[in-house]
C-alpha cells in the first residue's frame, strides 16, 4: 500500500538549491547581454530586477536602443 510519503507530495517534491539558484542567475544575466545590454549594467542588477526585464524583452531591446541613440 501506499504510505504518507507518496500520498503528500510536499514531502517529496524537489527541492531547490543554491547551485541551481545561481545557474538561473547566470543564464538569465547572459539573457540580458544577449538582448543588448551592456555587461557592466547586468553585473550591478539585483536578481529581482533581472527577472523583471526578462518577463518584456521587446521593452529591453527598446530601452538599449533608445540609450544607444542618445549616446550617439
Known amino acids: 500500500m ?8 510536499n514531502e517529496v517534491r524537489p527541492r531547490k538549491t543554491g547551485v ?15 538582448l543588448g545590454m551592456s555587461q557592466e549594467v547586468v553585473d550591478k542588477l539585483p536578481v529581482d530586477e533581472l527577472r523583471a526585464l526578462l518577463k518584456e524583452p521587446k521593452k529591453v531591446v527598446a530601452m538599449v536602443a533608445k540609450a544607444a541613440e542618445k549616446n550617439a
Open 2 to 9: 501506499a504510505t504518507s510519503t507518496f500520498r503528500n507530495k
Open 20 to 34: 541551481e539558484k545561481r545557474r538561473r542567475c547566470l543564464v538569465q544575466r547572459r539573457r540580458l547581454v544577449a
